[in-house]
């Protein structure tokens, strides 16, 4: 190959990526990623590179819009045979790769983030061919749609209801829906109880969403439902680490973006997506806060800003600030806003204060505009480097991203903090939800003590 003095021995780099998993159709594609790397930097011996270089270059390489996902995996996976184990560079073993192979994912065409701006109002994240030759119960789904986004419910529960409600058509052969009534729901219910077999929460999200159908589209009241068996399955406790437990585990996550991430979850109690989603303007240093915007249920709240995570968070939007001013000087430089907030502030999705905290290290190409943009991190990111950190930890617990707000909460219920102000900080709508806590709780006075310690 050309330049076989500066390069590694490609025989050698073959055979470890081999070793690794790689398939022989994708090898020949390794060495070529890692030319285009080595050609970038002509004059540096590979020796001498450092986590900058690959950091820059990948940097570079993200905002090629048109590169597919794949293709950018691709080459940030060779740049970590080649330096983290063929060459053993030292500062590869810290190097965040993680967060690199993880930009290489795209928000999906029907990501909660962008579906509304992405799909039609006529398809609402249904395939078209779903739907072809169905015109009534097309109609429905558009008009079911335009009621959901005119209450302004979020896209999730739009995507939920629609998904219900053509399971619910399905079930019962296609017929018109306006000619079915509360018996054909509660068959229809108890199917899901019976047959499938479904948890309480998804059989009163199914009959939320056919209630909604009916009540708010239909203008039919359903009433009562004869014959309904109610799901039965026990309700579960959350799983709840101890606090040596999270710092086990967090200590075992790479010191990057995806480990902050995981610290504030557990720090300020918000959800995956509401902590993906966090844009710079959202958090407040003045006052020691994080605005957590459009949470479920369409509510703001405010947490707190732990001062654990303050330096390394301001640390982060620094990062943010000199990547976007790199992107805005290359003709980039673009966030995603919902439609209606890009019509009134235009000039918003250039700004800094709009940028997302945690960013793709790639920009998307948008399928609608064909803008470039630069998303936020895909939540399947954080939620696999958690269940490895929690592997490598010892950690014997079924531990998700969802553990670590779980986490919070008890852990300020056993700080003797009292449940209307944890009920506030999660953004639950009923105190109920938030109860569940106390029965996870050791703390004497809260729970019961075990009468084999009493004394």
Known sequence: MEKAA??????????????????????????????????????????RHEAADVREYLEGLGRRG???????????????????????????????????????????????TTARHNQPLETAGVSPAALEGRAPERELVRQVTAEIRRRNYSIRTEQAYVQWLQRFLAFHGGRDPRALGSSDVAAFLSHLAVARQVSPSTQSQALNALVFVYTQVLERELGRLPGLVPARKPRRLPVVLTRAEVRELLAYMKDGPLALLAGLLYGTGMRLMEGVRLRVLDVDFGYSRISVRDGKGGKDRVVPLPKRYRDRLHAQIE??????????????????????????????????????????????????????????????????????????SGVRKRISSHSLRHSFATHLLEAGYDIRTVQELLGHADVSTTMIYTHVLSRPGVSVTSPADLP
């Open 6 to 47: 500066k390069t590694p021995a490609w025989g050698d780099f073959v055979d470890l990526a081999r070793r690794n998993g790689v398939p022989e159709r994708a090898l020949r594609w390794y060495v070529l990623r890692l030319e285009h790397y080595l050609r970038a930097h002509p004059d540096k011996p590979l020796r």
């Open 319 to 392: 990062t943010v600030t000199a990547l976007h001013r790199k992107d805005l000087a290359l003709g980039f430089g673009e966030v995603f806003l919902p439609d209606a907030l890009a019509r009134k502030y235009p000039n918003a999705p250039h700004e800094l204060k709009w940028q997302y905290v945690f960013p793709s290290g790639k920009l998307s190409v948008d399928p609608r505009s064909g803008k470039a943009r630069r998303h936020h991190i895909h939540e399947t990111t954080l939620q696999r480097t958690i269940r490895r950190a929690a592997l490598k």
């Open 66 to 112: 048109r590169l597919q996902g794949w293709q950018f995996r691709q080459a940030v996976h060779a740049l970590q045979l080649l330096f983290a184990r063929l060459e053993g560079a030292a500062w590869a073993d810290t190097f965040d790769w993680d967060y690199w192979l993880a930009s290489a994912r795209e928000l999906e065409r029907d990501h909660p």
